[in-house]
């Protein structure tokens, strides 16, 4: 079946960094658009950063420039580094793969990530 687990999320500092990592099982994860979602208290998931299957990327204007999306299609992960850390980056991060022909949308269990001092 098909697994997306992510990892590397906790309790950092303003200004710090993490590095979220999701690694991907039963997919053709090189066939897949993988994305880096994240859900603040209270709020709606909204899209932190995507890099398709071609590897181009995208991101909210809010990460851009503090957060760089990759991925490894031989180790079949993605990638979320996240720098220069706010308090309202505070929310659980989720991946997702999502591969359009065939339609398939995945997601996986989330990744809390708490930004405070």
């Known amino acids: 079946q098909v697994q997306l687990v992510e990892s590397g999320g906790g309790l950092v500092q303003p200004g710090g960094s993490l590095r979220l990592s999701c690694a991907a099982s039963?997919?053709?994860?090189?066939?897949?658009?993988m994305g880096w979602y994240r859900q603040a208290p209270g709020k709606q998931r909204v899209l932190a950063a995507v890099?398709?299957?071609?590897?181009?990327?995208n991101y909210a204007d809010s990460v851009n420039g503090r957060f760089t999306i990759s991925r490894d299609n031989g180790k079949n992960t993605v990638y979320l580094q996240m720098n220069n850390l706010k308090p309202e980056d505070t929310g659980v991060y989720y991946c997702n793969a999502v591969r359009l022909s065939p339609r398939r949308d995945y997601w996986g269990q989330g990744t809390q990530v708490t930004v405070s001092s």
């Open positions: 039963g997919i053709f994860f090189s066939f897949y658009d």
């Open positions: 890099i398709t299957s071609g590897r181009s990327t």
